[in-house]
């Protein structure tokens, strides 16, 4: 197939979609758009307008999922999925996953009319950071059929349920074993930034990823004695903010003793929170991530140890509970290869690597053979505003998409899955 030649218009025009998009948000002046907030409908909006446009048939799941077919060239062709998450970090930047749906939309576009051996399904994931309910992946768990009861009842700060959140948004959660995966699924792929800053190092516009790590994440409650900052003496109290501060720095350094590990205390609340209080409880999340699941349960059990003991010394109680135990995932060989080659094509050196952030795909791969390119990012920043991609980048990644899609409809491999889907 002869690639599109107007690739730099359409690039263009991601980015600006992407910053149309960063539009819809829980806070003015910044970008915040959780799962199924007011800011989620204008979102799901707008996609569907482009996907129409196209001539795809778009619902919105029971998990609040975007899901938009772009039928293949006879109605029964299997379908490939192609898609990343629509819901954001707070303060967050443009491209953090919704790159990955206007990627996915403007790919289409540029196949004109032409249709494929294979169907498209374009999928916008619902809720891939945990920033509302502390767990990530609720929509991708939804599809491999893991959104259970108990996630279900999971509260937000609000105490509104996830089931409360779906209703709340017009959607049946009793439908949800609808939201899984078609059985007719050949593959999931999605386009993502880097967020880092080795591709950029590199000097390469696009990576192709070999494995996402694992994660463990953790929400800590260290309990004390709130009391009077002025008149109680420092070998009187019972500060749970102190102590929490004390297993912070622990958390750094038992991260900084074993190669590749990574371990974050990115939330603290402290109650009841004034400067002349000492705090009666402190509330700490903690995220794990190591490619290998084996050091990364070990280092989350030492670091739930150590904030026992450091609660026991300091005569506080700790409680503590486990919101996501994720394995590391391996992207599936045999598309690996084939966007390896698709890059190469583009006329750029493929780069494979491990990916450190979590995404929907390590959710998917458990079930469907999954994959991953990466676009770089500039600086390296991500879930920050100032979080960017280059036009050109983006127009590599555009015919790497399309050339990828052409390599998969005419492999022998690909075509054999197909029989079997
Ligand atoms: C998602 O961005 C994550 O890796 O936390
Ligand atoms: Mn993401
Ligand atoms: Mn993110």
Redesign the pocket.
Known sequence: MPIARNLKIRADEVIARCHRLAAFTETPGGTLRTFLSPPMRDCHHEITQWLNTLGAEVTIDAAGKLRGFYAGERPAAPRLLVGSHLDT?PNAGAY??IVGVVLAVAVLEALGDRRLPFGIEVIGFSEE?GVRFGTPFLGSRALVGRLDEELLKRADTNGISVRAAIEDFGLDPREIPLARLQPDTLAYLEFHIEQGPVLESLGQPLGVVEAIVGQTRMDLRFVGRANHAGTTPMHLRRDALAAAAEWTVAVERTAQSEPNLVATVGRVEAKPGAANVIAGEARVSLDVRHRSDDVRRRAAEALGRQAEEIAKRRGLSLEGRILLEQNAAAMEPFLVDQIEEAIRETGCEPHRMVSG?GHDAMVLAEKVPSAMIFLRSPGGIS?EPAESVLSADVEKALECGLRLLDQLAGSPEFQKRMCRA
């Open positions: 970090v953090d996953g950071e952030a879930h």
